[in-house]
Structures are given as C-alpha cells and as structure tokens.
C-alpha cells in the first residue's frame, strides 16, 4: 500500500472516531436535558397515585386497621355527641333538573338466599357451612346488666352517607348521596337507634364523628381508633354497632330500594354483616361471637317485623369487628331510600338490639 493511502486511511479512521465521541457526549447531554426538563414530569404522575389512593371500598374483602398504640387512643378528643355539623343550615339550593338525565329507583324486597334458618335468610359467600342453628342457641359472651353505664356504642365509619330526599321512583343524575349535615345523613339514623336504646333503658354512646370526613381514605382507621377510646371510657360497652347505609346500581344507572311495610308505613330492609376469620388471615379470634350476635339481631328482627332484614351476610371481611366481642356492622337502606324510611328502620332496630341484649 502507498503512503498516501494510508495517510488517507488513517485520516478518514480519525474523523470516524472523533465523530463517535462527539455523538456520545451530544446524545448523552441531550438524555440529561430531557430528564432535567421533563424528568419530575414523567415521574410525578407515579407519586400522585399513591398519594391519591382509591378510596376504600364499602364492600372491601380485608380491613387492615392497625390497632393504635394506647397513649395515642387516651389522647383522643372524642365527644359523645360531636353535631357541629347539625347546626349548620341546610338550605337545598334550587337546582334546574331541565337538561339533566332522570334513572328509574325500583323498589325491592330482598329474602331468599343460599342459607335459612327458622324465619330468616343467610347469604354464606364464604366456603364454610356455617351452623346457623348453633350460632342461634349459642350463649352470648356477654349479660345484661341493669345500670345506667353504656352497654351500646353505635359508631359511623361513614357518617356522611345520606339518603333521597323525596320517594320519586326517579333520581337525577346529579344526585349525590352525601351529607355534612347531621340532620340529614346516616348520623340521623344512628340518633334514632340510640333514643330507642335510651327509652328502653340501654344506656347507649353515640359517636357521632365523621371519620369520613374531609377524605373518604382511611376512615375504617379513624372509626377504630374512636371505638377504642369508648371501650376504654366506657368498660361496660358490650355491643358495637357501626351504622351505614349501603348502595346498589345497575349497570343502567338504576338504583335498588329495599323496602318492607310495617304497620302501612313503608321502611329500609336492614343488612347485618359478619365477617369470618376461619383460615387465620386476621387477628379476629371472636368471630363466633358475633355471629351468634348476628343471628339473634336477625331472628329477633324478622319476628317482631316481618320483612325487615335482607339475607344476613356472611363473608371473608372484618370491618373493625376484631376489637370487641358483640362488634357488628348493619346497612339500613341503601341511597335510594328515603331518610325518613331510614329513620322509621332505626327505631325498630332499637327495640330489637334492646330486646336481645335483655335476654343475654
């Protein structure tokens, strides 16, 4: 090969080289102006959903309430009737429903299920053969006592759960089921549960907090934190009630209305709902007692008014039910109910929860 082609070689393997490098190093300052810029962008939206997590489902299969250290549960400022929210007004503003979307509301009377006992229903969504006739005949682990201490707590892990306003057969679509006011949401109801108890002579703590409230998140955290203040205040407490009320819709946007008529006036059916820890998943070992709490509820319930309980459901769930023999959560109603039906519930479910705590 001649001198001059090397040198011509050579010279054109240079340039190759110092063409690479100065690719890498552009390509790589190009990289990290992209990351600078837009870097925090891209990553953001990663952060944003943790920190927005959905809320928690009503009909969630796990809760996992840890339970709080004491000195945090002594220093809770919980009163017995905390109704700030009551003495606000509660003006409906005038809304034009012109344009808006109306959904049918079909009334329904929930009953049969996969299990029966006597005169009422079981819905067993769980793997278990549950004795339903044992849970029934079961002792309760807990007496009445005459005193005037508290023997009832009734909670709300959702107070500001709220109800229709008007028995139309229709909803709009800007319908929203949730309330502040105390007047006028699930806290409505647990006030008539707990007057009920009261004129019975069950001494009853009604915790009216709304651990929903400002943010839907972590509510089943905040309810338990409240139910063990009141265990602790009140060593005499032997049913906890967490009230709600649920909601069903159809895929056509239709809403579910479980109603019963007693006495002609139209009332909410009523779902008592105990969890299970059968397989060891919780830390829930009294699981038994309240199912034989539940069943007494359900029994005694469908005696003394006929229709009133949908099928009682038995699932894989716990709901803070771990913290206390007696621990329960029942659904008065659902969205499509009226408060006023919803109310008339409260006060039959009174004089049930009296009358099977009297005879335990």
Not at 68 to 74: N, R
Not at 236 to 257: A, G, M, P, V, Y
Not at 309 to 317: E, M, V
Request: net charge negative; aromatic share 10%.
């Amino acid at each position: 090969m001649k001198a001059s082609e090397k040198i011509c070689k050579i010279t054109v393997l240079c340039i190759s080289c110092i063409t690479t490098v100065f690719s890498g190093v552009y390509m790589t300052e190009k990289l990290y102006s992209l990351f600078a810029r837009e870097g925090t962008q891209l990553l953001n939206p990663v952060f944003a959903m943790n920190n927005n997590a959905l809320p928690e489902s009503p009909v969630a299969v796990k809760n996992d309430t840890a339970v709080k250290p004491k000195a945090q549960q002594t220093a809770l400022n919980i009163t017995d009737q905390d109704t700030d929210y009551a003495e606000k007004d509660h003006d409906t503003p005038d809304t034009d429903h012109t344009l808006e979307n109306t959904y049918l509301v079909t009334e329904s009377l929930f009953r049969e299920s996969n299990l029966s006992c006597n005169n009422f229903f079981v819905k067993n969504s769980t793997d278990l053969s549950p004795d339903i006739a044992g849970y029934l005949n079961k002792a309760l682990p807990f007496k009445y006592e005459e005193t005037a201490q508290p023997q009832v707590l009734i909670v709300h892990t959702h107070a500001t759960e709220s109800y229709m306003e008007e028995d139309a057969g229709y909803y709009y679509e800007s319908f929203y089921p949730r309330d502040t006011n105390d007047n006028y949401n699930i806290v409505r109801v647990g006030k008539e549960i707990t007057d009920t108890l009261t004129a019975n002579g069950i001494g009853t703590v009604h915790c009216c907090k709304h651990h929903d409230d400002p943010q839907y998140y972590g509510a089943y955290d905040n309810s338990a934190d409240s139910i063990l203040y009141y265990l602790e205040k009140y060593p005499t407490i032997k049913i906890i009630l967490d009230i709600h009320r649920d909601s069903i819709t159809t895929e056509e946007n239709e809403k579910i209305k479980p109603t019963f008529t007693y006495n002609g006036k139209k009332a909410a059916q009523i779902m008592i709902m105990c969890g299970n820890d059968n397989y060891g998943y919780y830390d829930f070992p009294n699981w038994e007692d309240n199912m034989s709490l539940a069943v007494k509820l359900q029994s005694t319930a469908e005696t003394r008014y006929p229709g009133m309980t949908r099928p009682l459901y038995f699932g894989n769930f716990m709901y803070n039910m771990n913290l206390a023999p007696g621990s329960l959560l029942i659904e008065i109603g659902t969205d499509a109910n009226t408060l006023d039906e919803a109310v008339l519930t409260g006060g039959m479910l009174g004089n049930v929860i009296a009358e099977v705590l009297k005879n335990a």
